[in-house]
């Protein structure tokens, strides 16, 4: 059913989203969707937790490869992401081996210049942001559409921003480690970043050409060094 909302709004926007779509394009018979989700907020809800579960797999804000103590090739990063956005299945063996090659030098990146552990995690980030731009756009649209719908709704407002959580988090726990002395305005300074770029690239003047993983890593470089003040 979350997957079946996720494609509605994609293709139809929020008028699209009902219940009788759901199980349409669910092929599911017909009041199952209602007898699951009863309310319009209940299957916004669906929704948006499917959204999450998705961003999830291609993010992978638990595994990013934050502990290497020098930034990827490449041809390394865009290999991981093509690996990861074939399937959810693909997703998830990627980052199983991020998250390997992170404890694998957890030890060292602790005792690491404060230059090599900002690119490290200019390095996590970019492989993160740019799978999602390059091979998850239609996610970008759902994500927009659930976001402007949350302004409309208070009740599902306080739904998304719990959800979101799960990707804040994480985020504020990596600019710590990296040394930032203030990790939740750092943090916020990041997220706008990205959803800047993520929103040029979904619907505005980025749509039909994202940046590269390079460009991505260049530019998290340079607001992490104005961030952490390493040169």
Same mark, same amino acid.
């Given at each position: 059913?979350?997957?079946?909302?996720?494609?509605?709004?994609?293709?139809?926007?929020?008028?699209?989203?009902?219940?009788?779509?759901?199980?349409?394009?669910?092929?599911?018979?017909?009041?199952?969707?209602?007898?699951?989700?009863?309310?319009?907020?209940a299957?916004?809800?669906?929704?948006?937790?499917?959204?999450?579960?998705?961003?999830a797999?291609?993010?992978?804000?638990?595994?990013?490869?934050?502990a290497?103590?020098g930034?990827?090739?490449d041809?390394?990063?865009?290999?991981?992401?093509?690996?990861?956005?074939?399937?959810?299945?693909?997703?998830?063996?990627?980052?199983? +081996?991020?998250?390997?090659?992170t404890?694998?030098?957890?030890?060292?990146?602790?005792?690491?210049?404060?230059?090599?552990?900002?690119?490290?995690?200019?390095?996590?980030?970019?492989?993160?942001?740019?799978?999602?731009?390059?091979?998850?756009?239609?996610?970008?649209?759902?994500?927009?559409?659930?976001?402007?719908?949350?302004?409309?709704?208070?009740?599902?407002?306080?739904?998304?921003?719990?959800?979101?959580?799960?990707?804040?988090?994480?985020?504020?726990?990596m600019?710590?480690?990296a040394?930032?002395?203030e990790?939740?305005?750092?943090?916020?300074?990041?997220?706008?970043?990205?959803?800047g770029?993520?929103?040029?690239?979904?619907?505005? +003047?980025?749509?039909?050409?994202?940046?590269?993983?390079?460009?991505?890593?260049?530019?998290?470089?340079?607001?992490?060094?104005?961030?952490l003040?390493?040169r």
């Amino acid at each position: 059913m979350g997957d079946a909302a996720l494609d509605l709004l994609v293709e139809r926007g929020m008028r699209g989203l009902t219940h009788r779509a759901v199980d349409e394009r669910a092929g599911l018979p017909q009041g199952s969707t209602s007898n699951h989700a009863r309310t319009r907020q209940a299957l916004l809800e669906t929704a948006v937790r499917r959204q999450v579960q998705l961003e999830a797999r291609v993010l992978a804000p638990d595994e990013l490869p934050g502990a290497r103590t020098g930034p990827t090739t490449d041809d390394e990063g865009e290999g991981e992401a093509t690996a990861g956005a074939a399937t959810g299945a693909g997703a998830g063996a990627t980052a199983d +081996s991020e998250a390997k090659a992170t404890a694998d030098t957890e030890a060292a990146t602790d005792q690491a210049d404060p230059r090599l552990r900002t690119a490290a995690l200019a390095d996590a980030l970019s492989l993160a942001l740019h799978r999602y731009l390059t091979d998850h756009r239609a996610l970008l649209v759902s994500r927009y559409e659930l976001a402007l719908e949350a302004t409309r709704r208070p009740e599902l407002r306080t739904f998304f921003d719990a959800a979101g959580s799960a990707f804040r988090d994480p985020l504020v726990a990596m600019t710590t480690a990296a040394g930032s002395p203030e990790p939740e305005r750092h943090a916020l300074s990041l997220v706008a970043w990205c959803e800047g770029l993520m929103f040029s690239c979904a619907a505005g +003047s980025f749509h039909a050409a994202v940046p590269s993983r390079a460009e991505l890593r260049t530019g998290f470089e340079e607001l992490l060094r104005g961030m952490l003040g390493s040169r």
